[in-house]
């Protein structure tokens, strides 16, 4: 089975769909018709520059223009993981955090799957390493952002209880274990509705596209249970690295509670 072409005429009859959108929120005066417009726009001028891109980096076939393409994507996410919580550090700690928690579970989680259940050859191959990492990136900047979000809340929410036990002689850690424990449990929840619904409420899109690129059900499932694993133990780490820095920063040699530092 060869997979299906589409032209320019196909899309532009889904995009049909879009103006109807557009119509719909002219008629009843949502005032998004300018709104969906652009966000239509940006979407398909992105992805073609996204997909001629990646056809460049696939015809270099080097090791260093993988990782400057895979490096990229990550300091991306890590800007909206420091720009999505409510509370922030000053300066530019929250960037730092987010950075850390992207890249240790991107390089952690794409590394095993590369040389492991994957190995390709090489083992650079852009072909896989740059789609696998960007699927990874997308789960672990909704894990890593949720945390950060639910700690830097969670603890200014608490600083009188926090407060307390720091005066009492607990250390700092014990005294924000539950804070840190609550941010984790936020930033995992997104992956595991993913992992509960995946073949009963949805099909999975990579599973679905490869369905459709023509490959066997039961290949693409086991590509799309190996990817739900990834996702999952990637968002663990990138939730857990994300608190630990995070509670590293709110605190300092003295083991007081430092709100100050937040902006």
């Known amino acids: 089975m060869t997979p ?11 995009a049909a769909l879009v103006v109807l959108d557009a119509g719909l929120s002219l008629a009843l005066r949502l005032d998004l018709h300018r709104q969906i417009a652009l966000a239509a726009a940006r979407m398909v001028v992105q992805l073609i520059g996204v997909g001629y891109l990646l056809r460049l980096v696939f015809a270099l076939d080097d090791p260093r223009a993988t990782l400057v393409l895979v490096l990229a ?13 409510e509370q922030r550090f000053r300066g530019l700690v929250t960037e730092g955090i987010g950075l850390g928690g992207v890249l240790l579970a991107t390089a952690a989680t794409c590394g095993l799957a590369l040389a492991t259940a994957i190995r390709p050859t090489p083992w650079y191959d852009p072909r896989y390493a740059i789609p696998l ?4 990136l997308g789960s672990v900047l909704n894990a890593a952002s949720l945390t950060l979000d639910s700690l830097l809340g969670g603890v200014r929410r608490e600083r009188a209880a926090i407060e307390a036990q720091l005066g009492l002689g607990v250390p700092f850690a014990e005294a924000v274990a539950g804070p840190v424990r609550t941010a984790v449990r936020r930033g995992l929840l997104p992956v595991i509705n993913q992992m509960s619904a995946a073949g009963i409420i949805t099909l999975p899109g990579i599973m679905t596209g490869q369905i459709l690129a023509g490959m066997d059900p039961v290949e693409a499932v086991k ?41």
Do not use: H, K, N
């Open 73 to 85: 994507m990550s300091l991306v996410a890590a800007r909206e993981v420091a720009a999505r919580p």
């Open 4 to 14: 299906i072409s589409l032209g320019a005429a196909d899309l532009a009859l889904a």
């Open 133 to 136: 990492a960007g699927i990874v």
């Open 223 to 263: 590509y799309q249970i190996l990817l739900l694993f990834l996702l999952a133990g990637a968002s663990g780490l990138a939730a857990l690295a994300t608190a630990l820095l995070a509670r590293r920063a709110l605190t300092d040699d003295r083991q007081r509670l430092r709100l100050d530092r937040l902006a």
